[in-house]
Nanobody, 114 residues
Framework: QVQLVESGGGLVQSGGSLRLSCAAS????????MGWYRQAPGEERDLVAS?????STNYAASVKGRFTISRGKNTLYLQMNSLKPEDTAFYYC??????????WGQGTQVTVSS
């Protein structure tokens, strides 16, 4: 079992910055992909950014150049700059292990006011 706990969400004005953190614990394979997803009310949960255990990153087009994903040994970060109202959503931490096994955190709310 893997546990993921997000922190760092909150309310920020348009143009501001936030940094999300995700602390992972439990049995995590050495080969894995960790990522941030977000879901706005009435919408699907979409990938924001991911980073593999080898360091390869992937970003949604809407956040490229504004968000930066990084990871430590058992921690995942998302630095969000130049935030826009459309970035408002619940943000979830995810880890994908071998066999396409996925674990999710409980999420953290990010609200960007205009």
């Amino acid at each position: 079992q893997v546990q993921l706990v997000e922190s760092g969400g909150g309310l920020v004005q348009s143009g501001g910055s936030l940094r999300l953190s995700c602390a992972a614990s439990g049995r995590i394979d050495s080969r894995n992909i960790m990522g941030w997803y977000r879901q706005a009310p009435g919408e699907e949960r979409d990938l924001v950014a991911s980073v593999s255990s080898g360091g390869s990153t992937n970003y949604a087009a809407s956040v490229k150049g504004r968000f930066t994903i990084s990871r430590g040994k058992n921690t995942l970060y998302l630095q969000m700059n130049s935030l826009k109202p459309e970035d408002t959503a619940f943000y979830y931490c995810n880890v994908r292990l071998g066999g396409n096994v996925n674990y999710w955190g409980q999420g953290t709310q990010v609200t960007v006011s205009s």
